[in-house]
């Protein structure tokens, strides 16, 4: 005889309470903003919705986690020269990135493995220590390091799971831009893909197939190394983290100093009052004079390739703005004539003088944000302006 079981029906916690009365105020801002606003400023009220519900994500993480920030890296990767291989062979076995299975089961992610690690993990000790060097720390130490990095992986396993359950929610992705309809069809069926070479079909076997998951904003990967890595000029320069103890160990959210000038998300793409759609520096594939072909149709212009560029932003206190890269070139020029030449961003990362793409953009470089000097410490505003 089986016996059936009775629920007791739980109520609502706290934290979804407030998250479910702010999703209903937001939602109900946005619509009586927008109902009279052009597309420029209705995507931007979106992505400022976005950027709230992350905080709110980095928040209720930093409560789980004894104030600290999401990372894939442990504290202690410095020891190990910063090694996936060396780690996983003689601490633990660290997870694998991990994305979501796509429409036809197969599951994506990034997958690493070593000594310690179970025997059925898809790929070698080549492909093991590719992937630890690129994806898990904020940014990669080779020349990789503006393409890559955990920076822009927090919508995988982990970090996600405080926002959504899906890599493909909308919330991770920046409005107007190509890269939520990229993504949702990797995952959906009925989603057309905008381009002829569609991952889901071609195995998604290559990290550039697997880019379109990166969602549209990033964090800020300055303030996710060590507070030592990225020192200004007077007092040393950048450090390499593998050579800084504790260079891998992402700070507290409390060792902001600046938390209303020290961004923490900012939107990835330049959209409104952009040159053109797609940046014609990058060749995604094959061009056709016009548009970038290959396995998406082509790359927006990244948020600080252009000073009159204005974006979305999250700091570190919590408050969304809108700023604007001609901004912080500006203080940053500002700051040098004050501080004897420390500028307001690192100049000599495994980025290279120019910074983050600064060779593909319009202007004079800028990686406010990116590269901020002395990282969560630092600011990448002299002031609060008018964005």
Not at 71 to 81: H, M, Q, R, S
Not at 279 to 293: E, I, L, S, Y
């Amino acid at each position: 005889m089986t016996q059936k079981s009775s629920k007791t029906r739980r109520g609502l916690t706290l934290m979804e309470t407030t998250v479910t009365i702010t999703a209903a105020t937001i939602g109900i801002a946005i619509l009586t903003v927008t109902m009279g606003a052009g597309l420029g400023d209705r995507t931007g009220f979106r992505s400022a919705a976005n950027l709230f519900l992350l905080g709110q994500a980095h928040d209720a993480y930093a409560m789980d986690w004894m104030g600290r920030q999401w990372t894939l890296v442990p504290d202690e990767f410095d020891e190990y020269d910063g090694s996936i291989l060396v780690y996983n062979s003689e601490v633990r076995c660290l997870e694998s990135i991990l994305l979501g299975n796509d429409a036809d089961g197969q599951l994506w992610g990034w997958y690493v493995g070593g000594g310690l690690c179970e025997n059925n993990v898809p790929g070698d000790t080549g492909y093991w220590n590719a992937i630890g060097d690129t994806f898990f720390p904020p940014y990669p130490l080779n020349n990789n390091a503006e393409s890559f990095g955990s920076r822009l992986l927090y919508n995988a396993r982990g970090f996600r799971d405080y926002v959504t359950g899906k890599t493909y929610d909308p919330t991770f992705f920046q409005p107007g831009t190509i890269d939520a309809r990229l993504v949702k069809a990797v995952f959906e069926e009925d989603v057309e893909w905008p381009g002829p070479y569609h991952p889901r079909f071609n195995g998604g076997s290559s990290n550039g197939q697997q880019s379109v998951f990166m969602p549209g904003y990033s964090l800020s990967p300055s303030a996710m190394w060590g507070v030592d890595v990225h020192r200004a000029p007077s007092a040393g320069g950048w450090q390499d983290p593998r050579d800084t103890t504790g260079g891998y160990a992402s700070p507290s959210v409390d060792q902001c100093l600046h938390p209303d000038l020290k961004t923490r998300m900012v939107e990835r793409w330049w959209i409104d009052g952009a040159p053109s759609r797609f940046n014609p520096f990058f060749d995604t594939g094959a061009d056709d004079g016009q548009v970038n072909r290959g396995f998406v149709p082509g790359v927006h212009w990244h948020s600080n390739l252009g000073h009159e560029a204005r974006s979305q932003a999250l700091f570190f206190d919590g408050s969304i703005a809108t700023v604007r890269t001609g901004d912080a070139y500006e203080d940053d020029l500002r700051h040098q004539k004050t501080s004897g030449g420390d500028g307001l961003w690192s100049r000599d990362t495994p980025m290279g003088p120019d910074g983050h793409y600064g060779d593909m953009g319009i202007d004079a470089a800028t990686s406010f944000h990116l590269l901020t000097t002395d990282g969560i410490r630092g600011r990448d505003f002299l002031r609060r302006g008018d964005g």
